[in-house]
């Protein structure tokens, strides 16, 4: 059985994960939810993550014990649809959107992708060809309301058996018919159970969101990553006709009054983080620093903070025997920066690529005694020569590398790893980095792929292991020591 999630009694705002605590996000539609979960996913094993996402994947009569598997739940669910399923109180979180820009990126968005609404024929294919103020105007199309509202509906609603209310709901929920979901009571609800989540942001305040939910939880801070599924070719709402734009705001009313305490409630958080953080781990320069602190120093003082979680993570771990070698696949949970969601490939099975920028990074704790070597798999580069720029470096400090090629495709890496890296600190962490020249559009080799996300490598596993005393990895030795 999982438990509940360890909050600091010092600061309530950390949050501590362990393996027997469940992590719910609910991801409201058009609100960032699909970079911050990739993001959010690497946290996670990939068996630990639970495969339903869209309301409709959701199977009718769920079976709770099936659920008991999972530690992670991502996706358009309802609040109250999943806390019956689950037992014991998950870790919640979410991210909100202003809600006139998130009904226009809604509104757009299914425009733009046939199938996702459904219904009947005539008014899907009406609602595919006509104008926003047609849209919200007409009072045939009363998926309107919940466009609109569909923040504080997520959140808000009472009990039900249903994940996700439907896209075909062409008739508009009438709440005062309901004495349970009516406006008022959904939107008090709504907020009742946003003050009681671990971790919320804004969309508008992206990364400052992710600077809060690395605090939270005690991540690493993103400094790169992808914006995903952003709706193209759109309007904004200051380029919005004006009687437009007031018809959207009343079918937003209730979204708005979320927002605005949700916005709140987000800056007195976020202002308690940057309070803690200085006080913790301020060196004299921070401390003239302007306020709100430039994002740089905000990363510092979040390494820092991910730094002193790690040793309280692997103080707790103590009695454990320690790892004698690493063996590791994107199949498991990593700490790290700079990398695509995961892909699975028939052959080669799970792997990342990186990007999009030239760096990506992962963090591994060695317990071992003594040199290490390290060797990792390469399915491929963006191009050939994208992967021959490719060099290692391990806590800032540049490893050399011999190759070759792997008989099950790609290339294998080998570096030499000494245990001056690691040695005398508070926590035996090693951070490896491997840069390229540059990365590239996936399509740069075939321009016919639709894909454009820019990558570098392929990589696959990474094993580290002690250094044999047979004199293997002799030359690598020496050129450390050169």
């Not at 991210?95 to 509104?107: D, G, K």
């Not at 696959?460 to 450390?480: H, Q, R, V, Y």
């Amino acid at each position: 059985m999982f438990a509940e999630p360890m909050q600091s009694a010092v600061n309530p705002l950390e949050c501590e994960l362990g393996a027997q605590n469940q992590l719910v996000y609910l991801h409201i539609p058009k609100t960032g939810g699909m970079t911050l979960n990739a993001l959010i996913e690497q946290h996670f094993a990939v068996k630990e993550i639970c495969p339903f996402y869209r309301g409709d994947e959701w199977p009718a009569n769920l079976d709770p014990a099936t659920l008991q598997r999972y530690r992670y739940f991502r996706g358009h669910v309802a609040y109250a649809y999943l806390q019956p399923l689950l037992g014991q109180k998950p870790c919640y979180m979410t991210l909100l959107r202003h809600p006139v820009e998130r009904f226009l990126s809604h509104f757009y968005y299914w425009q733009q992708r046939p199938g996702i609404v459904k219904g009947p024929a005539p008014l899907v294919e009406r609602f595919h060809s006509m104008s926003l103020d047609d849209f919200v105007n007409c009072s045939t199309f009363a998926i309107k309301y919940n466009m609109g509202s569909i923040q504080t509906r997520q959140l808000g609603r009472a009990q039900h058996s249903q994940p996700q209310e439907p896209a075909s709901e062409w008739v508009r929920v009438q709440c005062a018919n309901d004495p349970e979901n009516t406006s008022t009571l959904m939107l008090e609800r709504a907020k009742c159970r946003l003050s009681q989540l671990a971790f919320w942001g804004l969309t508008e305040r992206f990364q400052d969101g992710l600077f809060l939910l690395s605090y939270t939880f005690g991540w690493r801070p993103p400094r790169i990553y992808s914006y995903l599924n952003a709706t193209a070719n759109r309007l904004h709402r200051e380029q919005i006709a004006p009687h437009i734009l007031a018809e959207i705001e009343k079918l937003c009313e209730t979204d708005t009054a979320l927002y605005q305490y949700a916005r709140q409630g987000f800056e007195a958080r976020f202002q308690q983080m940057s309070e803690v953080l200085l006080h913790r781990y301020s060196r004299r320069a921070h401390l003239r620093l302007p306020k709100p602190l430039p994002a740089e120093a905000l990363f510092e003082l979040l390494e820092q903070h991910y730094i002193h979680r790690q040793a309280i993570r692997h103080k707790l771990s103590q009695p454990a025997p320690p790892n004698q070698s690493v063996y590791f696949t994107f199949e498991q949970a990593f700490s790290g920066d700079g990398w695509h969601a995961r892909k699975y490939h028939s052959q080669h099975g799970v792997f990342c690529w990186s990007g999009p920028g030239a760096e990506a990074s992962l963090d591994f704790i060695i317990e071992a005694e003594g040199d290490q070597v390290i060797q990792f798999r390469v399915l491929a580069g963006v191009t050939p020569e994208v992967l021959g720029s490719l060099v290692l470096s391990a806590n800032g400090r540049p490893i050399p590398l011999l190759k070759k090629p792997h008989p099950g495709g790609g290339i294998l890496f080998h570096g030499y790893l000494p245990q001056s890296l690691w040695a005398g600190r508070e926590v035996p962490l090693v951070c490896l980095t491997f840069q390229v020249a540059q990365t590239l559009p996936a399509n740069v080799m075939n321009p016919e792929l639709q894909d454009i996300s820019k990558r570098g490598i392929a990589l696959k596993l990474i094993e580290i292991k002690p250094a044999a005393n047979d004199g293997t990895f002799s030359p690598l030795a020496s050129a450390w020591r050169r």
